[in-house]
């Protein structure tokens, strides 16, 4: 869900959100009848504490999760359902393949902050592989050049950097973040959002604003087409705390500095 | 987020042993038991579905009137998937292994090898899964065989009733596995004296001869831990920042299978410690479900009796409690007493009983419409199970090399010998 989402709309729908989550949460129902405490409690464990992530904010963060569910389920997901029965399978991984070479862009900008020069030069030359011969990132035959695509944002450059990733944060739409990383996607879209307006691709039609529109939504719905989460789709009731935990870890793991051998 | 099914594989993560084993002609490649169990099937050895399947999520009321805690909000009814066709065709059921839901990932590769072939398909969650005990289940206590068929059967009904009108069905099977395989066995027996679907094929894949003791087997693998299930948070804590000083020492990508493949031919952990992993994942699961049965049925087991939880009260501390508990804790001290009250004299013993193949060893002894799938080194059944099943099955079983347990169950030869059971459809074997 991080991926991807940006600018004008993203804003607007950022602030919507908020304010409709906020309104949503409160309320701590009274207990009805008189609580007995229960057969097995912590105390009784003498063991470290373990998949735990740092979450001072988890009330705010459940009710954030609450509120992605329904976002999706009452607008996102019937949107992108649509949009999978309206297009054909061929033209669907034809977009995906072109958003996920425009992301290259994020991911070239972030190999060079971190001074990664390999890979710099490997994810340049993706790009301008599937830009050209791939015919401007609708096909991807760099992978089967041996190019392999390495994904990079901002709160990625800022771990390597030695920025701890602060406390868990869960996003409204994006979905599971951490401190870091939400300063780190401001910067990502910042910088993407910059080079566009440089650029100006559709500058000369005289309405480039409905077109960038138009673009930043399908990527938005493409994006979440791409995603198979669903919230609380598990079936699992402790979800929220493996979500949380496969993703702090994950990013922990992937943004941390590679260690030398000896 | 979509590496979340990858690292929770890694994250319980594996793998020494193996080489030679020089099997006929069956190429499924791992050889261990357990890295078999926990890496499952090679990308490229799934065979290839197309792009989509049509499906269509059922959400069925099946026991009206339930009243869900709110901490259940989002369960709005028993959840299943439809994979259906256009034209008239048989139609399987298929139940989950424990803990799954009706989108478990295992579950959806048979429901698309099924669908390709030409079959309906209805998948359901395990009666352990928490949407199954908050809105399908009866008793709201799982793991009792017998009882868990009646709440799936209903649930089947539920199913049957709102897609008959929409779809033309040819004649009705069954399949499940790991705990779904026992629970098959029982819901078909059920279906004899009920006679609503009149199953034609019944398949069983890695089956549990004596759920009890397949459960004691896992559990013997947490043992195998320093300091035992009591330590299991060290031992994570241990074996979490080893596999994370691994990825940082190598060159890798991402979290991918390069590293995951590297891990196994580095045999990052011992044998001991990928039981110990093995374990407790079965126990991370178990918590889910002693969770639920507990807030279903408001025994204060684990949460204080009359507590009424809400979307936002941390749970993190009922997660650490229900994982150190062990699956002889929940049979002792909840599941037991609960069937006592309900029959009193109910000895330990009978109950157990209840939950194996060989309470009902008679009818599926006899009956030409059951095949079963195994693996030689299945870790939950014993020489001894394997061999009972063997003998109980005859040529109707079905007994790989290696695999593990449902480690090979996505392998494209054993989807191939799915498919074709179900396409014997109504004729014996």
Not at chain 2, 42 to 61: G, W
Not at chain 2, 199 to 220: K, T
Request: include cysteine; charge should be neutral; glycine fraction near 8%.
């Amino acid at each position: 869900m991080r991926e991807a989402l940006c600018c004008r709309t993203g804003r607007m729908i950022f602030v919507m959100t908020l304010a409709l989550a906020l309104a949503g949460c409160a309320t701590t129902g009274l207990p009805t009848a008189h609580e007995e405490p229960a057969r097995h409690s912590i105390s009784e464990f003498s063991d470290q504490r373990f998949a735990e992530v740092y979450d001072p904010w988890e009330e705010f963060n459940r009710n954030m999760y609450r509120f992605n569910y329904y976002f999706d389920k009452y607008l996102f997901l019937p949107l992108v359902s649509g949009y999978e029965f309206a297009t054909p399978t061929i033209l669907q991984e034809r977009i995906s393949s072109f958003y996920r070479n425009l992301g290259e862009v994020k991911n070239l900008t972030n190999s060079l902050f971190q001074l990664k020069g390999e890979e710099s030069a490997t994810t340049f030359a993706r790009f301008l592989t599937n830009s050209t011969l791939g015919l401007g990132g609708l096909f991807d035959p760099a992978t089967a050049f041996g190019l392999e695509r390495h994904e990079q944002d901002f709160g990625k450059t800022l771990g390597y950097w030695g920025v701890d990733s602060g406390p868990y944060l869960v996003l409204p739409i994006f979905g599971p973040s951490s401190l870091r990383d939400t300063g780190g996607l401001a910067v990502d879209s910042a910088i993407n959002y910059g080079i566009y307006t440089a650029i100006d691709p559709f500058g000369f039609t005289g309405n480039s604003f409905p077109i960038d529109t138009g673009i930043t939504a399908l990527g938005v719905v493409d994006a979440r087409h791409q995603q198979s989460f669903r919230y609380y789709e598990s079936g699992y009731p402790f979800e929220y705390y493996m979500v949380r935990f496969f993703y702090h870890k994950m990013r922990e793991i992937e943004s941390g500095r590679p260690l030398s051998a000896d | 987020m979509k590496h979340l099914r990858l690292l929770f594989i890694v994250c319980l993560v594996l793998l020494p042993l193996p080489t030679s084993a020089a099997d006929e002609d069956y190429g499924y490649p791992l050889t261990g038991s357990y890295e078999a169990t926990i890496l499952g099937t090679p990308v490229d050895m799934i065979p290839l579905f197309p792009a989509k399947t049509p499906t269509r999520q059922l959400v069925l009321d099946v026991i009206p009137g339930r009243i869900k805690p709110p901490i259940f909000f989002y369960d709005e009814g028993l959840r299943c998937t439809f994979a259906y066709q256009k034209k008239k065709a048989p139609l399987v059921f298929l139940i989950a292994g424990t803990g799954g839901s009706d989108r478990a990932p295992k579950l959806m590769n048979m429901m698309k090898a099924l669908h390709q072939a030409g079959f309906h398909v209805i998948t359901l969650p395990s009666s352990t899964n928490t949407n199954f005990i908050v809105s399908a289940s009866q008793n709201r206590v799982p793991g009792n065989l017998p009882e868990d068929a009646a709440d799936i059967y209903r649930v089947m009904e539920a199913a049957w009733q709102q897609i008959q009108a929409d779809i033309e069905v040819s004649s009705f099977h069954l399949g499940g596995y790991s705990l779904g395989a026992g629970h098959a066995a029982f819901v078909a027996k059920l279906d004899e004296e009920r006679k609503i679907f009149n199953f034609r094929r019944v398949l069983m894949i890695n089956p549990p001869v004596s759920l009890y003791n397949s459960m004691a087997r896992i559990e013997e693998m947490l043992k195998q831990i320093p300091g035992g299930s009591r330590k299991q948070g060290v031992f994570f804590n241990k074996m979490l920042s080893r596999f994370s000083l691994f990825y940082r020492y190598g060159n890798f990508v991402a979290i991918n299978d390069d590293f995951l493949y590297a891990m196994y031919t580095e045999e990052l952990f011992s044998r001991e410690e990928t039981a110990g992993l093995i374990g407790l994942t079965f126990r991370i699961s178990l918590a889910g479900m002693i969770f639920s049965s507990d807030v279903m049925t408001n025994s204060g087991y684990v949460v204080p009796k009359n507590r009424v939880l809400h979307h936002t009260d941390p749970l993190f501390d009922y997660f650490l409690v229900s994982t150190h508990l062990s699956f002889f804790d929940y049979f002792n001290e909840h599941f037991y007493p609960h069937f006592l009250k309900l029959q009193p004299g109910l000895t330990k013993q009978a109950l157990i009983d209840l939950s194996s193949l060989k309470s009902i060893e008679g009818y599926l002894k006899s009956s030409t419409k059951f095949g079963m799938m195994t693996n030689e080194n299945d870790f939950i059944l014993t020489r001894a199970e394997l061999d009972y099943l063997r003998d109980l099955f005859g040529e109707r079983g079905k007994i790989y090399p290696r695999g593990g347990h449902l480690g090979n169950l996505e392998y494209k030869d054993n989807l191939t010998y799915m498919v074709n059971f179900f396409k014997q459809g109504g004729t014996a074997p």
